[in-house]
């Protein structure tokens, strides 16, 4: 949600001060990311996030609420595989918050190759390009995603973890 993702920016600026306007258009390109998913035709998004982001609290009992509510509408999305990895799960492999932006079905030839955004405290983003790198974020992807709960069992948590939030 819109508030989260202020929130969550506003926490950072503990370490580096940005001016309010570039906050503010941080969250403001997050929040439009977001409409790929329900264009037409929409974008097709799988994501794995660890069970801790669903108990950690950011801005208070409604505002998590709010987001989870959000997490559960958008995993809901025909075009959505999200799933939870708990945090029960004993794991060879752990990762930074990274996002693979593909371009092209899989099996066919894209016109331009995979990238890679990893969210970085100095920097908002920083890119990957290089096929070594977008390649091993793809397999450490696979392999928090095969650890995860299913799509179905990752919504029930979040349900769950919705109704923690209620004061």
Same mark, same amino acid.
């Given at each position: 949600?819109?508030?989260?993702?202020?929130?969550?920016?506003?926490?950072? !600026?503990?370490?580096?001060?940005?001016?309010?306007?570039? @906050?503010?258009?941080?969250?403001? /390109?997050?929040?439009?990311?977001?409409?790929?998913?329900?264009?037409?035709?929409?974008?097709?998004?799988?994501?794995?996030?660890?069970?801790?982001?669903? @108990?950690?609290?950011? %801005?208070?009992?409604?505002?998590?609420? %709010? !987001?989870?509510?959000?997490?559960?509408?958008?995993?809901?999305?025909?075009?959505?595989?999200?799933?939870?990895?708990?945090?029960?799960?004993?794991?060879?492999?752990?990762?930074?918050?990274? /996002?693979?932006?593909?371009?092209?079905?899989? %099996?066919?030839?894209?016109?331009?190759?995979?990238? /890679?955004?990893?969210?970085?405290?100095?920097?908002?983003?920083?890119?990957?390009? %290089?096929?070594?790198?977008?390649? @091993?974020?793809?397999?450490?992807?696979?392999?928090?995603?095969?650890?995860?709960?299913?799509?179905?069992?990752? !919504?029930?948590?979040? !349900?769950?973890?919705?109704?923690?939030?209620?004061?």
């Amino acid at each position: 949600t819109e508030d989260y993702a202020r929130q969550l920016h506003h926490n950072y !600026q503990f370490v580096v001060r940005d001016p309010p306007d570039i @906050l503010e258009r941080r969250v403001r /390109v997050r929040i439009l990311r977001q409409e790929v998913l329900t264009r037409d035709p929409p974008l097709q998004l799988s994501l794995v996030l660890d069970e801790s982001v669903l @108990l950690r609290p950011i %801005g208070g009992h409604e505002l998590m609420r %709010g !987001q989870l509510q959000h997490l559960a509408e958008v995993a809901d999305l025909p075009n959505v595989d999200l799933r939870v990895l708990p945090l029960s799960t004993v794991r060879a492999m752990t990762a930074d918050s990274f /996002v693979i932006f593909g371009f092209g079905a899989p %099996g066919e030839t894209a016109m331009l190759n995979d990238v /890679v955004s990893i969210d970085s405290v100095a920097k908002s983003e920083l890119y990957v390009e %290089g096929e070594t790198d977008t390649f @091993l974020h793809r397999v450490v992807f696979e392999s928090l995603r095969s650890s995860s709960l299913s799509p179905e069992k990752s !919504q029930e948590l979040i !349900q769950r973890s919705k109704l923690a939030w209620i004061a």
